[in-house]
């Protein structure tokens, strides 16, 4: 369920209990809170790098390069030269482009993707009060602008807003649209080549490994090519003297600028959420504030492991990932087959498939609630992917036909308790995604509604007496019929 809960929810709440509060107490300080929190409102968005309203990518901590951007264009007399300049230097740039100059303009687009650039959502007419306009503006602009794009076999997912400024409707429509928000941290304060004077001096002097560089790739208005070249040479001069390196957008902010031969319907906001963390998804796992789930989740697994999987025919594992459980079960059952919404996550599995020389991993790129199952399978498993799920009853009644009789079902999902409600919070804030948790009770019933027999569900992480656990350990089985019941007595 797309929840793109933000600072600015919180800003309100707190304004508006303060505001309560002071009715009680000081009466004529009650408005205080609620003008504060609106000029934070109006001010904040203004600031290129606050990710007041939506998560705004606008430099890289910790980062030893950085990347250079283009916005505005594409010129004809300015964007070819600027592309020949960046050929010279051996530097991949990202171009923020206009939909109304690319219109004009298609054979200089190409250019910039067959020369290895890539390409980000600028809006269609880049009004500097474009988030001002209200929403259906702000969609219409940013939807036109990427179905003009897409006519060049690209799908952008970086969307930068016109003069930095983002607005409250801003993130919805970017996750519909399966994108997000790169700013900048380093601008020359050209004021679109307006002032291209010292442009060099301004950025060589502010600039610091992590930052994104904005530049742009428009003529200036008094005509003045040579200097605004000078300077661009100058600046790329610049960082090589200063042994600041300067990567492609995408390598230095870790996530896809574009996708290229996407369907026009591009991508939805969980597999863009997991294909942009796929590079480092492993690391994450065991290395962040996450890491105790997951670990917890492993010690369940290794505990079942042979009990369930030891020597099964077929496994359906849903939402494998890179493969953190499926190289293991994999080595104690037939086959597996790996689905996961994510090509990327899945590319790094069939990677590890091949280098530890495993043969029994099926994978594929789809939908559970929506694709084709390919059953009987004798055990259907999977690992904190069902909180994604739109219609959890739902799945389990079109599995239910194809998990063979007498075999198992085995999820690790989210339990609902209060510690688990923090982490769905955060999740809102950072992915603009409500991940679901169940309880015990509500997970039996989902269960007994599909035809499964529930063996266990039991909780786990975090018990304590204001909360029951953040996970919950789900076995159930599929019953067998009786003329297999019969069989098996009669084997005996």
């Not at 003069?163 to 700013?183: D, K």
């Not at 090519?225 to 902010?253: H, N, S, Y």
């Not at 992915?431 to 015990?440: A, D, T, Y």
Request: charged share 20%.
């Amino acid at each position: 369920m797309i929840c793109p809960l933000s600072p600015a929810h919180f800003f309100a709440l707190g304004a508006f209990q303060l505001y309560v509060i002071l009715l009680f107490v000081a009466p004529t300080l009650a408005s205080v809170p609620l003008v504060l929190f609106v000029l934070i409102c109006l001010l904040a968005p203004i600031s290129p790098s606050c990710s007041y309203y939506l998560p705004v990518i606008s430099r890289k901590k910790g980062a030893k390069a950085v990347a250079l951007t283009f916005d505005d264009g594409p010129d004809p007399l300015v964007t070819l030269r600027l592309l020949d300049l960046l050929d010279r230097f051996s530097v991949k740039a990202t171009f923020f482009v206009t939909g109304v100059n690319a219109e004009k303009h298609p054979d200089i687009v190409r250019s910039i993707l067959s020369r290895g650039h890539t390409i980000g959502n600028h809006s269609y007419h880049h009004s500097p009060f474009l988030m001002m306009k209200g929403k259906r503006v702000l969609a219409k602009e940013v939807e036109s602008a990427q179905t003009l794009l897409k006519q060049f076999g690209v799908v952008p997912l970086a969307f930068r807003p016109p003069v930095g400024v983002t607005s409250p409707y801003l993130w919805r429509i970017l996750l519909n649209l399966g994108m997000f928000c790169v700013n900048f941290s380093c601008r020359a304060g050209d004021m679109g080549n307006r002032r291209i004077q010292d442009l060099a001096a301004r950025v060589l002097g502010k600039v610091r490994p992590g930052d994104i560089i904005l530049l742009h790739d428009v003529v200036p208005p008094r005509g003045e090519l040579e200097q605004l070249f000078r300077e661009f040479e100058a600046v790329l001069t610049g960082l090589e003297e200063k042994g600041i390196e300067i990567q492609p957008l995408a390598q230095f902010i870790g996530k896809d600028v574009m996708q290229a031969g996407l369907t026009a319907n591009g991508m939805n906001a969980t597999e863009l959420f997991y294909d942009g963390l796929a590079a480092t998804y492993d690391e994450e796992q065991f290395c962040s504030n996450v890491s105790i789930a997951r670990r917890t989740e492993l010690k369940l697994f290794t505990a079942r492991l042979r009990e369930f999987f030891q020597g099964a025919p077929r496994v359906l594992e849903i939402g494998a990932g890179t493969g953190i459980f499926t190289t293991t079960i994999a080595r104690h059952c037939g086959e597996v087959e790996a689905l996961d919404i994510s090509e990327k996550m899945l590319a790094l599995l069939d990677g590890k498939c091949k280098a530890e020389k495993i043969p029994n991993i099926r994978t594929r790129v789809c939908d559970v609630e929506t694709s084709e199952l390919a059953g009987p399978y004798d055990v259907v498993c999977a690992f904190s992917a069902l909180e994604y799920l739109k219609d959890l009853p739902g799945l389990l009644q079109r599995l239910s036909p194809h998990v063979r009789p007498g075999g198992t079902v085995y999820f690790i999902t989210a339990r609902t308790s209060l510690f688990r409600l923090f982490t769905q919070i955060g999740n809102a804030m950072r992915q603009g995604l409500w991940l679901k948790s169940h309880s015990g009770r509500q997970m039996k019933n989902m269960l007994q509604r599909a035809g499964f027999t529930p063996v266990s569900i039991e909780s786990h992480l975090l018990k304590c007496v204001i909360s029951g656990g953040m996970l919950l350990e789900v076995v159930a089985r599929k019953p067998m019929s009786a003329e297999a019941k019969a069989d098996g007595a009669g084997a005996r």
